[in-house]
């Protein structure tokens, strides 16, 4: 069965940086879309980042010029870099993706999620 796995997370000073990874595992055929997510306590999870079938990537205000999603298609993993971080960037940030297997069709999948603390 398809899965995806996060990784990255943990506790980093204000200003500093954090390289989130996203790895699919199963019979994967292509992934399309991808999305970063993140819910900060309190508040309703939210779209920070997002790459299109197409190859374009948008970002939510709050991170633009801070954070960068990349992805390696060989290997079926997400990265978000993260640069600049500041304390309301703590969050639980979760990875989904649409990903076609030839046994289901295009279905979205979603990571565990992995929580971002920044301290100041």
């Known amino acids: 069965q398809v899965q995806l796995v996060e990784s990255g997370g943990g506790v980093v000073q204000a200003g500093g940086s954090l390289r989130l990874s996203c790895a699919g595992s199963g019979p994967i055929f292509s992934i399309n879309a991808m999305t970063w997510y993140r819910q900060a306590p309190g508040q309703p999870q939210h779209v920070i980042t997002q790459c299109t079938s197409g190859g374009s990537t948008n970002y939510a205000d709050s991170v633009k010029g801070r954070f960068t999603s990349s992805r390696d298609s060989v290997e079926n993993t997400f990265y978000l870099q993260m640069n600049s971080l500041k304390r309301e960037d703590t969050a639980v940030y979760y990875c989904?993706?649409?990903?076609?297997?030839?046994?289901?069709?295009?279905?979205?999948?979603w990571g565990q999620g992995t929580q971002v603390t920044v301290s100041s």
């Open positions: 989904n993706a649409e990903i076609y297997t030839l046994a289901q069709g295009a279905k979205d999948y």
